[in-house]
């Protein structure tokens, strides 16, 4: 399968890109550096050593004789190089992981808002545009959030996957209506992909494009089989305030012997998946791809949930780590329980990596490794979800 | 009330800011005079004769002695002018009808569909990020449409204003969940208004925004009261295929000869409201805004319901000129009913415009006076939903 992976050099991006390759299929990444520059923006460098695009894709070939392409291009911007892209290499489906996928960068200033909203949603509205412009059949994957339907709405009833079934009430009685679950997003981040939602559903009503959103929960892990070939393949760990993401967080505080950062009283429920389920899911929904003329095709990419606390509370006995409590810098329920469908990938295959299968260990070396790395004034979470919301000052000088 | 009107030079805007002037506030215009530059690209002129913004303002003050304000901003892009100018001018209100509003226009191209998607997403979106920004308490009053609900989702229910209580599933019985009533959009303009809901649900709820849409009907007619005191003040009068809406095109084709234009049955049943009545609603809004830290206050801005083919055949009636069904270069139902609640402006005062009431005739009359001036090449709709999809060669040499 030819396939076009826009955001390539990603954290989940680059392991995809690598797997996808390593499975036999024909990659070309598509990536503007934007992740990379924003490192620069925010005086921060990924705790492993990434290589250069150009080393990283050398490497590839040197170790399996497999080629991947590189088209530095913007897709916010770069429609008419992008159109040329897809008229000239007629790919069978684009991986769509080209947005900014922090909350709390997308929380940051008026300007990181501003930058969310109209990177994320000019982009994807250039891919489906210059889709329906080619009349090619392309199938297009997207890489939406959990996110999307915020957390706790519909009591009892775990969250269904994309759609739900509702009753709406008329003067000639209750009627049946199957609905896109209603969007709760909780930044400005998670609200740009409630409104790739609404663009996916009209291009497949209106063009019949075979598009699959997966709402993906809290990636952890850093490693898959292929980035772990060869320092030069190795992925972005993040652990900053604005990237890092929770689980990992904790496994590289614990490694410098920071205490864990839980905001609130951690009772926030998240729902996870390790970066090497990621990289299958995404197989999987490439070759599995909706009908033309259908809806979109939504998955909850997903493997278990956890509680904020009890992450914590684990990290800590494995390590001896204290947990801190620090104010919480995001406007969330304090509190909330998580019940989340998952059976689409199970009934198609997938074999979920867990945390208890001694996987913290393997990522917890991986932060040991690069602990010499880590930048211990970047660690605390200084984006507010509103002006004068109270942070904490760095814990360890 | 001091109040800034984005898009204050359009259809909409221009009647609207004369109208407020006259009531007493104090209106400053924010346009990019953009409606003007796309009658250029479409080689379209309005068939009344619009004034320069200069000469309207002019003329307003010597009939009234009132002083309207004029920037020329684009909304879109002009992110820090805006920010110097709420600043400065703190404003209690502000309009908001800076988007682009014609549904075939939006999907005349790729083009044209990635300036309408660019256009009024980021132009929204940076009106709120800039309030957020100022700290100020403005509140904002914007123009959406009835599009966003799609046409007879909900069975034999009207449609609500807004929100929808519905019955959710669970594993412990149903339980009751009000929800933004689920986006139906029928063009990318349709779109670009549903993602604007999302956009204000976000800022209403993280940053307490007070914020009214108002999800309007098709509008006919030309003039207001204050419009007709001078033909320096006259209103644009769109009849080309795409920007001119339905009623007001036959208005115009009766009133040069030319048949009038149904496409397919002509079953589609639509909302109308008189421009007299838009500029009430505006007002009604502006001076009845939601509690800061609330919902989202919308209103259905609709006053009548029609088929498009009674519609044609009232007027075909009242002047003896024929029908000509062509074929629709839209993606619709042939045929809808719609039955729409309305119940917010009316219980606040609104008294409707009917197409009854002998208005008509006066929008004949604006038709017949500048028949002169229509270009019958830029009648019928050429702008289709789909590549390749049918239209009419001209009706009329």
New interface residues.
């Given amino acids: 399968m030819k396939v076009l992976v826009i955001g390539g050099d990603g954290f989940c991006g680059w392991p995809t890109s690598l797997y996808l390759s390593d499975q036999g299929h024909d990659v070309t990444i598509i990536d503007n550096l934007s992740r990379r520059a924003i490192d620069g923006e925010l005086g921060i460098e990924s705790l492993t050593p990434i290589s250069s695009m150009e080393v990283r894709l050398g490497a590839w070939k040197e170790l399996t004789g497999k080629e991947i392409g590189f088209i530095n291009l913007d897709l916010a911007t770069d ?1 008419e190089e992008l ?1 040329n892209i897809l008229r000239d290499s007629q790919p069978d489906a684009v991986v769509h992981f080209g947005e900014q996928r922090a909350a709390p960068y997308s929380m940051r200033s ?1 300007t990181t ?2 930058y969310t ?2 990177n994320n ?2 982009g994807t ?2 891919l489906l ?2 889709v ?2 080619t ?1 090619q059949n392309i199938a297009i994957v997207h890489l939406g959030t959990m996110g999307v339907y915020g957390y706790g ?5 775990p969250i269904p996957e994309g759609y ?9 009685g ?2 049946d ?1 199957e ?2 679950h ?2 709760n ?1 909780g930044s ?1 981040y998670h ?1 740009t992909k ?2 790739d939602q ?2 996916f ?2 291009y497949a009503s ?2 019949q494009l075979r598009i699959t959103d997966l709402h993906q929960g809290i990636v952890w892990g850093t490693q898959t089989d292929q980035t772990a070939l060869d320092e030069r393949l190795i992925n972005r760990f993040d652990y900053d305030g604005d990237y890092g993401t929770v689980l990992n967080r904790f496994l590289m505080q614990a490694a410098i012997g920071h205490p864990l950062t839980v905001h609130g009283t951690g009772g926030q429920t998240r729902a996870f998946i390790h970066i090497r389920d990621t990289v299958r899911c995404i197989e999987i929904a490439l070759t599995n791809p909706p009908e033309a003329g259908g809806k979109v095709s939504v998955f909850n990419q997903v493997t278990e949930t956890y509680r904020v606390r009890d992450l914590a509370q684990l990290i800590s006995e494995l390590t001896g780590i204290e947990i801190a409590n620090l104010p919480n810098p995001r ?1 969330e329920a304090a509190e909330n329980d998580l019940n989340v469908s998952r059976d689409r990938f199970l009934a198609l295959g997938l074999n979920p990596t867990t945390l208890s299968e001694g996987l913290l260990e393997e990522c917890r070396d991986i932060a040991n490794k690069y602990r010499d790395r880590a930048d211990t004034t970047k660690i605390i979470a200084r984006s507010v ?3 004068g919301m109270e942070t904490s000052p760095d814990l360890v000088m």
Avoid: C, Q
């Fill in positions: 429609y159109l008026d808002k501003r909203i109209d949603v000019r509205h250039n545009a210059a329906v412009e009349g709405w519909s009591g009892s009833a739900l079934t509702v009753k709406v009430p008329t003067p000639d209750e009627i209506r609905i896109l209603p969007a997003p400005v609200l409630t409104l609404l663009i559903a009209f209106n063009d406007r979800w509103k002006k």
